[in-house]
């Protein structure tokens, strides 16, 4: 753990996640940003802005898991110095997202009125229909962006997407201030602007990682397979059967927290924005976690495709340890400024001290969600994909929502004992996916 081979690992990791954080962060930080602007106008757009980020959020980690695919293949090709296959897997990779993003977009659209029928507040519905239409909408862009920067990942390629992706999500704070309150002689769309923004972004984002690939020297080698002739059903299966596990992952992980909201506007509106608080929170330190994590599926993917195993465990092994440090860290600052950050959302006092509440589980659980998302990549690294899914089935449909229902209903802890259930479901589902790594990888 602290010999000198395990501190150039840990500095390999760092200098390859780092990228992948502050994109990450970026992305996340808009939602903080879409969510501090909703509840400025009201209680109810925040709620709203929860339930409809809720339902979207199942539609887009389907296709992010689908969009992971590439990038353990990419990393194990490019440690084999297979350069034909890699640009296959990049053509079939873009065809398959594109495909994919497309299909997403009309299947889920269309479903949206079924909101109505989640038995929550008339008026917190009313407003997040249109928001997720919106956010459907731009499935497709953001898959095509995801095509583009998983294969530049797997070439351990990761500051550009950082750069686009801070840039685009500078545009999107500013796009929501101009169209959410109406500002440069535009009309006031409310919540709705929130959304035009996010989608107005992600066509950037898709347009200028595409360029990148497409117009840079080093890429050269690549771009005389782009051409219709090389597209394959055989490659494009095979990146479905290794994503399609991924997605059901997140699925079942995210479909969680998704459901809990849920449940908690069953309680209340005020509940429901407090949950929003809390999760936003948990969600910028998680999805830098997960920064972590990517780092780990292209380092232990590459070391496997050299056939350097050991060095594959290594990397791996010290990516769960930067994890958890990592996310101990965050669990501090959480706690520190639990009374703080709800007023960065709300005016709503009876808001303000449950979403304080929230957020010491948020902060209790921070190591296991670091430990799990890091084991995630790893074992992605060595396209194990399949148990992870199960594991993710087990640990939060089957333990973390019964309990979570338990305990917030039947005890009537209300957000409270639904977020205990979610923190019950985190742990287990680190503890089993660490030894599951440690199982495929020893030393």
Known sequence: MFSPHYREHYKSTFWLAYPVVLSQLGHILVSVADSIMAGRIGTAQLAAASLGNSIFTITLVFGLGISYSITPLVARADGRKNHTRIALILLNGLVLNTGMGVLLFLAFWGL????????QPEEVVRLAIPYVNILFLSMVPLM???????????????????????????VNVILNYVLIYGKLGLPALGLNGAAWATFISRVLMA??????????????????????QHISWTHMSRMFKIGLPISLQMIFEMGAFSFSAVMIGWVGARDLAAHQIALNVASVTYMMASGISAAATIRVGKLRGSGDLHAAHVAGHSSLILGALFMAGSATLIILSKDLIPHLYVKDMAVHALASKLLIIAAVFQLSDGVQVVGLGALRGLEDVKVPSMISLVSYWLIALPIGYALGFWLNLAAVGIWLGLLTGLTIAAVLLFFRFRKLSPQ
Do not use: D, H
Request: proline content about 4%; cysteine-free.
């Open 144 to 170: 095509v962006f995801q095509a583009f920067k998983q294969f530049a990942e797997g070439l351990s390629l990761t500051r550009q997407s950082m750069y686009i992706s801070i840039f685009a999500n500078v």
């Open 207 to 228: 347009l200028m990682m595409a360029a990148f690939i497409y117009y840079s020297p080093r890429f050269g080698r690549y771009r005389k397979y782009l051409r219709r």
């Open 112 to 119: 949206s009125p079924f909101i109505a029928y989640l038995n």
